[in-house]
T-cell receptor
Framework: DAMVIQNPRYQVTQFGKPVTLSCSQT?????MYWYQQKSSQAPKLLFH???????NEADTPDNFQSRRPNTSFCFLDIRSPGLGDAAMYLC?????????????FGPGTRLLVL | GENVEQHPSTLSVQEGDSAVIKCTYS??????FPWYKQELGKRPQLIID?????GEKKDQRIAVTLNKTAKHFSLHITETQPEDSAVYFC????????????FGAGTRLAVHP
């Protein structure tokens, strides 16, 4: 089945210890997104890739970085996680279009920072 | 910047009743309005969407209406069931922004048997 996959589903890290979350997709979509979602809040866009073109949201902290080595994979790197970075991290994809297209979300990775 | 307001923040109904969630957007260039359902600990799932060239769309018990003049859109769920209990997010998007979604704050719907 075509889908968006995220690994791991749960990640525990220590304060200040770098962590990488991964996302892969079989939809062959050009655009990939990373969202942070805290409890009882809407998803907050961190950044997105249009093919290899990286686009950072203005309020995304420098602590968050991303890599997209190919169309299928995208990684979220948190260089020095703080307690406030504990959240659900959602990857999403959409097809390139001159209009607007549906975003499809992965199952998310829940990050716990100790 | 663009903003989407969503009301109510919580909604409690009896099984079989209807539920209505309303959203208002600020950017008149927005032309795509999806609704996502998110169960606890799970991904947001698209349940219905509407584009600005139509005023209403229906899929079984779910319908969405759009009023472009007033810049608001609503989700209607009829004959609610306990499995409809979840958080519902509305969103708005416009062309030229890489499909960037502006989300509402969410509505927690509880359907009581």
């Amino acid at each position: 089945d075509a889908m968006v996959i995220q690994n791991p589903r749960y990640q525990v890290t220590q304060f200040g210890k770098p962590v990488t979350l991964s996302c892969s997709q079989t939809l062959n979509h050009n655009v990939m997104y990373w969202y942070q979602q805290k409890s009882s809040q809407a998803p907050k866009l961190l950044f997105h890739y249009y093919d290899k073109d990286f686009n950072n949201e203005a309020d995304t902290p420098d602590n968050f970085q991303s890599r997209r080595p190919n169309t299928s994979f995208c990684f979220l790197d948190i260089r020095s996680p703080g307690l406030g970075d504990a959240a659900m991290y959602l990857c999403a994809t959409s097809r390139e279009s001159t209009g607007v297209e549906t975003q499809y979300f992965g199952p998310g990775t829940r990050l716990l920072v100790l | 910047g663009e903003n989407v307001e969503q009301h109510p923040s919580t909604l409690s109904v009896q099984e079989g009743d209807s539920a209505v969630i309303k959203c208002t957007y600020s950017d008149s260039a927005s032309n795509y309005f999806p609704w996502y359902k998110q169960e606890l600990g799970k991904r947001p799932q698209l349940i219905i969407d509407i584009r600005s060239n139509v005023g209403e769309k229906k899929d079984q018990r779910i319908a969405v209406t759009l009023n472009k003049t007033a810049k608001h859109f609503s989700l209607h769920i009829t004959e609610t069931q306990p499995e409809d209990s979840a958080v519902y997010f509305c969103a708005a998007s416009k062309p030229g922004g890489y499909n960037k979604l502006i989300f509402g704050a969410g509505t927690r719907l509880a359907v009581h048997p």
